[in-house]
């Protein structure tokens, strides 16, 4: 009998081997095509890549002015434009919250061009971070974002998603490990995009998780806090003069903003409806989910959904999705993220990119039903993988 246990067991650790084997080949041949496919990406707009005029300015203009009365001056934001590279990038000025212009501060101690490649090679090691926080238990997951449309967008374009990325993996994962106090600090620190992860506050609630939002309202204090001492005292309403500029919101949004707009309802009122209506089923989901991170996960797609300015490089988010519904084995919603954010679908502009965004959400919706369906007294099992 011991004879047979042992060769039963050696098999299996060869079966696991070769897979593994396979697995890591996979993972190179997804780099390599990667690679190759973001050169010829960034090819086309390589000047903008190499030096740094694509929407990095928006960054070194907050580490420069902060502290000034000209943080949110589109003037002056353009003139700081014109001494640092000697042109002018129309539409792309300083749009956040005024705390990331006090983090971001030391980047103005160094000249443009140092400062943008530093600012890249800060948003790889986010990206590498957040991919060595769950590629352990997901391997696939590095393939997935090697062959990403929305993370070669944030490359090209200078922008800080990565950042996103690692806040909200580590957040999750910290609900995940039993700490929701250091969950909901990081979770405030996503707050440089608020209107990405709007829906994710109103989950915590419907979860009940006191002491994640306890987190999230003192990071979200200082912040504030941050915020006048890098704006002043107006930057609030500095900020949301900003906002309404319709040069910021010129180019069509990959949520329902566009599809909503072009149905004539434009304005704030609108954009708050449409934030509104995709809330409410991520709420339902957060109600019967079984675990909190499950919950904040399926919330992503509704979240970009009903966001008000998101672009290819901000649906690198599902890569979230992918990793907590991997974590879960909720294998339907794992696949309809990777793909949504892998792939040929990955590259996919207005209006198309909306069909994949919507997809992910419905099929959050429809797993969480399907579990609802299947955990009813009578059937008298709790089914939580597909």
Not at 36 to 46: E, K, P, Q, S
Not at 230 to 238: I, M, R, T
Not at 338 to 350: E, H, K, Q, R
Not at 377 to 383: A, K, L, T
Request: proline letters at 4%; one cysteine or more; aromatic letters at 12%.
């Amino acid at each position: 009998m011991s004879q047979i246990s042992t060769h039963g067991t050696g098999s299996k650790s060869a079966a696991s081997g070769a897979q593994e084997a396979e697995l890591r080949t996979l993972i190179r041949i997804a780099w390599a095509v990667g690679i190759v496919l973001f050169v010829a990406y960034a090819w086309r707009v390589r000047d903008r890549v190499l030096y740094g005029t694509n929407d990095f300015p928006t960054f070194y203009a907050g580490a420069k002015l902060a502290g000034t009365a000209a943080l949110y001056d589109e003037a002056a934001n353009y003139a700081l434009q014109g001494q640092s590279f000697g042109a002018v990038v129309r539409d792309v000025y300083f749009t956040r919250p005024a705390f990331y212009a006090l983090l971001l501060k030391p980047l103005g101690w160094l000249p443009y061009l140092g400062a943008y490649w530093v600012w890249q090679a800060v948003n790889v090691l986010a990206l590498i971070w957040f991919l060595a926080l769950f590629s352990a238990r997901f391997r696939a997951l590095v393939a997935i974002a090697a062959l990403s449309g929305p993370l070669y967008s944030m490359l090209v374009n200078g922008q800080d998603v990565a950042l996103i990325l690692l806040f909200l993996g580590s957040s999750l994962l910290c609900l995940r490990n039993g700490r929701p106090f250091a969950a909901g600090l990081l979770l405030s620190l996503c707050a440089i995009k608020p209107h990405l992860v709007f829906a994710l506050p109103l989950v915590l609630v419907v979860r009940r998780e006191w002491r994640a939002l306890a987190g999230l309202a003192l990071g979200g204090a200082v912040l504030t806090a941050m915020s006048f001492a890098a704006g002043g005292v107006h930057w609030l309403s500095d900020y949301a003069a900003l906002l309404s500029h319709p040069g910021l919101h010129q180019h069509g949004s990959y949520g329902l903003r566009t599809a909503v707009e072009g149905l004539g309802l434009s304005g704030l009122k609108w954009a708050l409806a449409t934030a509104g209506v995709c809330a409410m089923p991520a709420l339902w989901i957060a109600w019967r989910s079984e675990a909190t991170d499950l919950a904040l996960a399926y919330a992503i797609p509704f979240s970009l959904l009903g966001g008000f300015h998101v672009y290819m490089h901000d649906l690198a988010l599902l890569l979230v999705t992918c990793a907590i519904a991997a974590a879960y084995q909720k294998r339907v919603i794992q696949i309809a993220s990777a793909a949504s954010v892998g792939g040929p679908l990955g590259f996919l502009t207005p209006p198309w990119s909306l069909l994949p965004l919507a997809a992910v959400a419905g099929t959050a919706f429809w797993q969480a039903q399907r579990a609802i369906r299947l955990d009813q007294p009578e059937g008298r099992i709790r089914v939580t993988s597909d």
